[in-house]
């Protein structure tokens, strides 16, 4: 028989909460089995002797106590409260000092790698660019010479020969008439003694019934008067872009001369021999000898030739656009709709993107500083916790 | 039995609300209320007048200092009773659950002094022993149901479990008290009535 489900019934039903069919299976089961019947009837003098205990009653200088006691903890935590806001004052006084601190000694790096890399630099496509390649600015102030605060620099200077250094210059000129500015730039190459090395022009389609004329010119201009043409071809437009880019060629020009000096000697030295041969073989192998020699001699002689025209002329590459202004013909503000769309899209995500990561550094900054506040919360509550018993 | 619990004589939202804000008459009216049925609970779960009046403060205190944190999924009365039940289990850790026979024959004692026997008396002293030592899952069940006469729901609500656990605790408890009192022979001089 299953006791167990009648000695819940039994205890339920002391409580009233059977259903009819449910109290009926217990009575018909108190019937029959003794023990749950005993069971039942006990547990209801068991209820009968617990019914009607005395109730216990606070008396009312304890009610007032407690009245009074609440009323204390709320004077308490009130001034605590005063408190508060000089608490979260101080953590984010705290909070903002450290990451100022912490800016601080990253805009330290961030200025010593940018000095480092040249990143940014007008002109220069890499940092390996950079790298390779010695700035006309640089040479400019190594030469100056007259600033104490660079001496190391004019020392570096002195064991650097400037005269071996190919310039090149970039410049990218918006103009309103594209062949007015190209005569101009010819007419200064021509008179700076220098020449057009190559130029080119055409015209392309901006828009519906509106073409516009955009070109190149690389022209060749002599190295003393580079910079000066620079400035002056930046003039004649609206200049986008310009950027200088040097190479030093010293140590390779140095290197070609060595060999030059050597394969002269040799040649000096195998046409001696070839005075003093006595027999056809003897000869015609020095002579051979000698046809390769002067092959390098002309190699090495051409190279430095082209070094030295490269050294003596700087190359300048010029982009010129033509830009047509409104005057007769209403300028669609769509014809670059698009593109400008594009950019600004591209721009808010970059910027979400360098928001989301910067506000990622900034979380893992404050980390230390939650630390802090969360354990002093909870000390503070543990305490006030305490003070409020 | 106790009664008053089920009866709820003020506006539970606008006390809850006043409590919030700190109002000296919340406190007054809480205390009012419910200051006897918690100390009255507290002395049943811990046998000792003395220590109930402090736990009765404690829990106020706790009232207090949570009233912030009472969503309203269960009744503000029950809500308190929970309190008062918790600070009880807290009495029993730190006292390691010893209860002096003298105390529950203090406070097992009838309400009407005419029908209350001593001998009575000494066997309602004798059943709360034994709940005593019944463990804390049974004897909470058992005091709140048959000593202070709360309905399965309420229960349910103070402790936080179900109903069906409700019903569970309490018929085990009830089953493990008997066999208790049953090795004991309470019943022996013929006072199954309790008279």
């Known amino acids: ?389 | 039995m106790y009664e008053g619990v089920k009866v709820m004589g003020i506006n539970e939202s606008n006390l809850i609300k006043d409590l919030k804000k700190g109002k000296n008459e919340a406190f007054e009216l809480i205390v009012k209320e419910y200051g006897n049925k918690v100390y009255n609970l507290i002395v049943k779960m811990i046998s000792d007048r003395e220590d109930a009046r402090d736990l009765t403060q404690d829990v106020f205190i706790r009232v207090y200092n949570n009233i912030d944190f009472f969503r309203g999924e269960s009744s503000f009365y029950t809500w308190i009773y929970s309190i008062a039940v918790n600070c009880s289990k807290d009495y029993w850790r730190k006292k390691k659950e010893y209860f002096s026979l003298d105390n529950i024959r203090e406070i097992s004692d009838g309400e009407n002094k005419t029908e209350s026997t001593a001998e009575t008396n000494e066997l309602r002293a004798i059943i709360f022993a034994e709940i005593y030592k019944l463990d804390t899952n049974h004897r909470e069940a058992v005091i709140l149901r048959d000593i202070m006469g709360f309905s399965y729901s309420e229960i349910s609500e103070i402790l936080g479990v179900s109903q069906g656990t409700v019903k569970s605790r309490i018929s085990r408890g009830r089953y493990k008290l008997r066999s208790c009192l049953q090795s004991l022979n309470v019943y022996e001089g013929g006072n199954k009535d309790g008279s």
């Open chain 1, 1 to 389: 028989m299953d006791h167990e489900r009648y000695i819940d019934l039994i205890s339920r039903d002391i409580d009233k909460d059977l259903s009819e069919d449910e109290k009926k299976e217990l009575d018909y089961h108190l019937q029959s089995c003794e023990e749950c019947s005993s069971y039942y009837q006990d547990l209801m003098a068991d209820k009968a002797i617990l019914d009607g205990m005395v109730v216990h009653e606070l008396k009312d200088k304890d009610k007032k106590q407690i009245e009074y006691n609440m009323k204390n903890i709320k004077n308490r935590m009130h001034k605590m409260k005063k408190y508060l806001p000089y608490a979260a004052g101080l953590i984010i006084v705290l909070a903002i000092a450290g990451t100022t601190l912490s800016n601080l000694f990253m805009m330290g790096r961030s200025d010593d790698s940018a000095s480092d890399s040249g990143s940014g630099y007008p002109g220069f496509e890499s940092p390996e660019q950079w790298e390779g390649e010695a700035s006309q600015e640089d040479i400019a102030r190594n030469s100056d010479g007259g600033n104490q605060s660079d001496v190391e620099n004019v020392e570096i200077s002195r064991e650097f020969d400037v005269s071996k250094i190919v310039y090149r210059g970039n410049i990218s000129l918006y103009t309103e008439d594209y062949k007015e500015t190209a005569d101009r730039i010819s007419t200064l190459v021509l008179s700076q003694g220098g020449f057009i090395q190559e130029a080119s022009a055409n015209y392309y389609d901006v828009a519906a019934e509106r073409s516009e004329k955009a070109g190149y010119m690389i022209v060749r201009v002599p190295s003393e008067g580079f910079s000066e043409t620079m400035k002056e071809i930046e003039s004649y437009g609206d200049a986008v872009r310009s950027g200088i880019a040097s190479t030093n060629i010293t140590q390779q020009y140095q290197d070609i001369e060595g060999e030059l000096d050597s394969y002269f000697i040799q040649e000096e030295r195998l046409l001696d021999y070839l005075s003093q041969a006595e027999s056809i073989n003897d000869m015609l192998s020095i002579e051979s000898e000698l046809t390769r020699v002067r092959r390098e001699i002309n190699h090495r002689s051409t190279m430095l030739k082209n070094w030295d025209k490269e050294v003596a002329y700087s190359t300048i590459n010029i982009n010129i656009y033509e830009r047509t202004l409104p005057t007769s013909k209403v300028q669609t503000p769509f014809e670059d709709f698009g593109r400008r769309i594009r950019e600004a899209f591209i721009q808010s995500v970059n910027y979400l993107l360098k928001l989301i990561v910067d506000a990622s550094i900034m979380i893992v900054r404050l980390m230390p500083f939650a630390v802090v506040a969360v354990g002093t919360v909870y000390i503070v509550r543990i305490l006030l916790t305490k003070y409020k018993k």
